[in-house]
Structures are given as C-alpha cells and as structure tokens.
C-alpha cells in the first residue's frame, strides 16, 4: 500500500512509520506541520529509506494536501496530526479545535475530492483511517465497568472534546458520502520518543535532575496505558484488514494508578540509575536533605480542572477479529522505556530546546 501518515513526526506517528517500514514493504509519505510536539528527529534511523518520504504541511492547508494527494496517490490515509496534550488544551483551547476539528473537516474534504475520482477497484480499497482517543468516552467511576466501542460520548476537556468532535466528522463522512473509514480509541500510550511534558517522561528527566515529581490531586487516577508500539502494530492491523465503517477500541490490559505509575518509575531509576551515583540539580554530597530513593521527590500538587477519575477499555473486539494483543507487560514496557530515556537524554535536551 501507499500510506499518508499525518503527524507522523509525533510520538505514535513516529512508532507507526518506524513500523511500517522495518516490518512491512508500504510505502509511506508523512505529512507533518512539525509543532512544538514534531520531531524528525525520531525518525532519523529510517528518513534514508527510499520507500519514505516527508512533506511540512498543515492539514489545514487544503491546496498543499490536495497536491500531496494528487501527487503520492494514496491507497490509505492514517491520520494521527493532533494538539494532544490536556494541559495545554486548557491553557488554550484555540489550537485544538483549529487543528482537531477544523483541520480534521478540511482533510476529510480533500480525501474526498481525491478519492472521488479514483477509479472503481482503488475508491472501493481506498481507507481513512482516524487515530483517536478513549478519552472522548469521559471518565468511569466503578471499577468494573469498561469502555466498549458504544460507550456514549462524554469527553471533559477541550482536548477531548475537540478529539471527540472529529470522530463524529470522519463517522459522518462515510455516512453521508460514503468515504471508507475506519475509527480506533485507544488508551494512554507510553514509550520511546514520547515528548517530555507527558507523565511517564516528564517523571523520568524530573527526577533525574533531582526536580519534584509532580502528581495530580491524589494520585488515584486510574488510566490504562499500552506501549506505543504495540499500538503501532494494531494501527496497521486495523487499516490492512479491519471493516469499513467499524470503530475498534485499543487498550494495553494494563491499569494502573498514576500514583503506581510514577512509583513504578522511581523503584525502575532507583535500580538502573542510584542516586548515589546521580545527584541532579539541587542535591548535593553531605546535604543531608539529599533523598535516598526518588520516591522521595514524589510532591502531590492541585488537581486538573474536569480530571477524568478512571478510563479503562474493553479491546476484545480487536483481538476477536483481528487477532491483535498487546506483546509488551506494564513492566516489561515501562523498563524499556526508561532505558531508552536513560540512554537518549540527548534528545530530550534537543527537543524541549
Ligand atoms: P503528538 O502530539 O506527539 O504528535 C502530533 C503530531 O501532529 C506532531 O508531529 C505535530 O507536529 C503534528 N501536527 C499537529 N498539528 C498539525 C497540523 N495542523 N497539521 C499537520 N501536522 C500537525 O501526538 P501523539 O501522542 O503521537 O498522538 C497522535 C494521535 O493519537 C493524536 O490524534 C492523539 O489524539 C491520538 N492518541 C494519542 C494517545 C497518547 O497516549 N499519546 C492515545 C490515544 C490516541
């Protein structure tokens, strides 16, 4: 196939086009307006292969993706350009609804047009496949209870209720016109190239430079995380052979309190990188405040405006017809993560720069 990828210089787009060319023999054409949150950096060790290839652009500008249409000639569309991160949406809402929802409509017109005048064999294998969130579902109190692909809608923040506002577009798209379209909401992702205002990397380089380990209200949050390339693998699952018109839910089996979560992080760091031997910023030798364990940077801080308490999916249905589960444990996942941090920090120094 040939595949566009939007935001493929992001932290799952990244993943994904890692996959698809290491794995598979697709050819790929990333088109990426490279915000603060785009790295092409992460895609160094596969920018040579002559089956990718990269566009700047913003999936807003309508005339610059029907060119890269018209030109690279699709077979799918995997769109994952998003604003992604909650905080900012509530700092400032504007550049989610512009992108997520605005954007979203103008490449679902573009797709259109193109795919429109396809000929018969190619409009009917055609695919636009949007990559969302379980967020859209809002959040579950009980600890039972699981999303399913008919959850009703319920998002809390402007990040999700923009994510949520685009499902209902692409969903619309193939009601209305008949685009082939396939939807996928999946839980929180973690793993290597992961910008560093997320939770997991934002704990693991705090706490490296000896800075407080912030976390929301109480730390009984409950999210379901899944490492990112498992993630990739069910993204290419889903567009190769999943139904049109179908949404599928992806999750990792893995839930976890953020409170766990940032512990998890501190025992991992105080196995593969002591204190001892790591004083950051602030902690020095003799000083006899200077923690022991990393635990002890843990600092509790307010709560988000409108956080979610718990989020937690219900993935049979992909494992049921497509056969996909996640190959990577909470543990196993979270200690490759943080050696790949360990042993990247160069990129973290270049990407928050
Ligand atoms: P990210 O913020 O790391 O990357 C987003 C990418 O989109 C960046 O490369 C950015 O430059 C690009 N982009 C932003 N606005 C653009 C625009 N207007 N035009 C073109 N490119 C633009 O995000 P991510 O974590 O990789 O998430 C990718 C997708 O997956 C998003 O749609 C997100 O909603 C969804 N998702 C993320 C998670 C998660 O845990 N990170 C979980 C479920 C779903």
Redo the contacts with the bound molecule.
């Keep these: 196939m040939r595949i566009l990828v ?8 990244s993943a994904l086009i890692r996959h698809l060319l290491n794995d598979t023999e697709h050819q790929v054409l990333n ?5 603060y ?3 092409l950096e992460s895609l160094a060790g596969v920018a040579d292969n002559p089956r990718y290839r990269f566009l700047q ?4 500008d309508s005339a610059a993706v029907s060119r890269a249409l018209a030109e690279f000639q699709p077979d799918a569309i995997m769109h ?6 909650v905080d900012r949406s509530i700092d400032g809402p504007a550049a989610f609804i512009q ?1 997520n929802i605005v ?1 979203t409509y103008a490449l679902l017109e573009a797709t259109r047009a193109y795919w429109l005048q396809l000929d018969q064999a190619r409009r009917q294998a055609f695919r636009f496949h949007h ?4 967020e859209v579902y809002g959040d579950l109190h009980g600890v039972d209870e699981l999303f399913t692909e008919n959850t009703p809608y319920a998002p809390s923040s402007p990040y999700s209720a923009s ?1 949520a506002a685009s499902d209902h577009l692409v969903r619309a798209w193939q009601r209305t016109y008949g685009l082939p379209v396939l939807v996928t909401n ?4 973690y793993g290597p190239y992961h ?1 560093p205002e ?1 939770l997991i990397p934002l704990v693991i380089l705090n706490a490296l430079e000896g800075k407080p380990l912030p976390v929301y209200g109480n730390g009984q949050q409950v999210r379901d995380w899944l490492y990112v390339e498992d993630h990739a693998r069910a993204l290419l699952k889903v567009v190769s052979e999943g139904r049109v018109g179908e949404t599928y839910n992806i999750g990792g089996h893995n839930e976890q309190t953020n409170l766990h979560v940032v512990e998890s992080i501190c025992a991992l760091l105080d196995e593969l990188a002591p204190l001892e031997g790591n004083l950051g910023a602030g902690m020095r030798d003799g000083d006899n405040a200077a923690p022991h364990s990393y635990k002890e940077l843990i600092t509790f801080v307010a709560d988000r405006p409108g956080h979610d308490q718990r989020y937690a999916i219900d993935a049979s249905k992909i494992e049921r017809e497509l056969g996909w589960k996640p190959q990577e444990t909470f543990e196993s996942g979270l200690r490759k993560t943080v050696r790949w941090y360990l042993d990247n920090l160069d990129w973290c120094r270049r990407v928050r720069g």
């Design positions: 939007t935001g493929g210089a992001g932290f799952i787009g088109l990426d307006k490279l915000t949150a785009g790295n652009a913003d999936i807003g994952l350009a998003a604003e992604s991160h992108t954007g990559i969302s969130t379980d994510k999946c839980s929180n992702n910008f997320k």
